[in-house]
């Protein structure tokens, strides 16, 4: 999912659905924009669907206010309901808000489980609405509240709250989702999932959130709190090899950068000969050109993709997936056409994608086709917000390595190691438990802890 906020600016709602768009790429099912005036009404808009199908210029008319927050929503697990659609609104006599947030909290059934049998009262699943609940049933000043509801969550959450007096933002204690704060030419802010959304509301940079903080921005300008000291940088991996778009930056590390790296690196280890590089667009075409430069190949565009299909990974089914990657790749005969091909994706999930063009580069007489891969084979389930679902869909869970390279009927297949990845990048902070299994937070199923660390 996508975050956004603004704070004290006369078109809120407005910069929020450019802010938001630039963060489509994070979630294309739902989208919801909360604004309200210092004092006033919260009032709250919210669809499925893209941004542009949700939201026109009649209805932002209708979101007036200084101060807004929005989201665009990817659902993970089962839940595209509309009453999981956010922001969530909470009226209540003790306080008025909206919350947005990206992640997945491990424990929210038991924290629901929990709340239920004290009387809350759910409207659907998402973690916001338990959010929304926790800060209602806690003692306290509305900062407080949020301290002692957010020290209860396990796992990856990056919030953003809209109260009439002031928007916060929330970063988990282990780094996990991005989220930082930008300010705005007219004296405003806003804070993002990622640093792309500033460039289109003219947002200046200012700091990611520091894992565990709580920021509010108010009339007095940015006041931080830590909820927990027990903190440390476990950023996702696939934020910078997938989700992202190459050119945010998080926790000062560009994601082009990062990808063309990995590239460099994957390239280094390379003793297989072929003609051309190419990339499968988007994702991977920084990595492509990274591979490219370092090998000393041509990078070329071998494939172009249709721009009017979302991202075909991001449909929850996989006869959608499948389906999505066939309107939206095709090879380009005349470049592929007798030659031995280095193809470099970002990533293998369930093989839909590597299968699909290495049949479509054959096709289109490519005569080998040396799949390389910029991150490590998929091994485990996430379990903080990315939708890699469950172990069988994970085929490198299921193949060894050369039932996969044959299932996707390369010539050969290579991935990168997971240490490689970081090093690549240049950070040790990386969360990559779903290459290695290593989870940095407790594991629960409904009522018992699996795991911990
Ligand atoms: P597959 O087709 O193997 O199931 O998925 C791999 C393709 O989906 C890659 O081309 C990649 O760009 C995209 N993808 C890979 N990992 C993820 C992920 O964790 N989340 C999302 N949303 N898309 C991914
Ligand atoms: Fe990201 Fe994988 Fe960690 Fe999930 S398990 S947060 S996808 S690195
Ligand atoms: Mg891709």
């Known amino acids: 999912c996508g ?3 603004i704070y004290n600016n006369s078109d809120a709602a407005s910069l929020s659905y450019y802010g938001l768009h630039a963060l489509q790429h994070r979630g294309q099912e739902a989208a919801g924009i909360a604004a309200c005036d210092t004092g006033g009404e919260i009032n709250c808009y919210k669809g499925k669907g893209l941004l542009a199908e949700v939201f026109n210029n009649e209805i932002i008319a209708t979101l007036p206010g200084r101060h807004a927050i929005g989201h665009v929503r990817y659902s993970t697990a089962d839940a595209n309901q509309i009453e999981n659609v956010q922001p969530i609104m909470v009226r209540s006599h003790t306080a008025s808000f909206a919350v947005a947030h990206n992640g997945q909290i491990v424990n929210a059934p038991e924290l629901r489980h929990e709340l239920e049998k004290r009387g809350s009262i759910f409207q659907g699943v998402s973690d916001s609405e338990l959010l929304a609940h926790m800060i209602q049933v806690e003692e306290g000043s509305f900062e407080e509240c949020i301290v002692k509801a957010c020290r209860r969550f396990e796992g990856a959450f990056a919030f953003v709250i809209l109260t009439n007096k002031a928007i916060y933002a929330v970063r988990d204690k282990n780094g996990l989702r991005p989220v930082s704060i930008a ?4 004296g405003g802010y806003c804070v993002s999932s990622e640093t792309c959304a500033y460039d289109i509301v003219a947002g200046e940079y200012v700091r990611d959130l520091k894992a565990g903080e709580i920021v509010k921005i108010d009339d007095e300008g940015i006041h931080s709190y830590q909820y927990t000291d027990d903190t440390q940088y476990k950023m996702c991996a696939m934020e910078y090899i997938y989700f992202a778009r190459p050119d945010s930056t998080i926790d000062g590390i560009n994601v082009h950068t990062a990808r063309r790296l990995s ?4 390239a280094k280890r390379e003793d297989t000969e072929a003609d051309i590089v190419i990339g499968v667009p988007d994702s991977s075409t920084s990595a492509a050109i990274g591979f490219a430069e370092e090998i000393g190949l041509p990078y070329e565009i071998g494939l172009i993709k249709n721009r009017y299909v979302g991202r075909t990974f991001i449909q929850p089914t996989q006869k959608q997936r499948e389906r999505g990657v066939r309107m939206k790749l095709s090879a380009v005969s005349s470049i592929v056409k007798g030659k031995r091909v280095f193809m470099i994706d970002d990533s293998i999930v369930r093989g839909t994608t590597s299968k699909r063009i290495v049949q479509l ?3 289109a007489g490519a005569t080998e086709v040396h799949v390389r891969i910029c991150s ?3 091994i485990s389930p996430c ?3 990315v939708d890699t679902s469950t172990y069988d869909e994970l085929i490198s869970a299921r193949l060894t390595h050369d039932e996969l390279c044959e ?3 390369a010539d050969s297949l290579r991935f990168m190691e997971v240490d490689e990845m970081g090093e690549s990048f240049g ?3 990386l969360c990559t438990a779903c290459f290695d299994g290593q989870y940095c937070t407790k594991l629960f199923s409904y009522g018992e802890i699996l795991e911990s660390e």
């Open 407 to 409: 299932f996707i009927g």
């Open 361 to 363: 580069l054959k096709e």
């Open 3 to 5: 975050i956004f906020g």
């Open 263 to 266: 590239g460099r690196a994957l």
């Open 383 to 385: 379990f903080y917000g």
């Open 376 to 378: 490590a084979p998929l």
């Open 427 to 429: 950070t040790k902070n």
């Open 183 to 186: 300010k705005l030419p007219e």
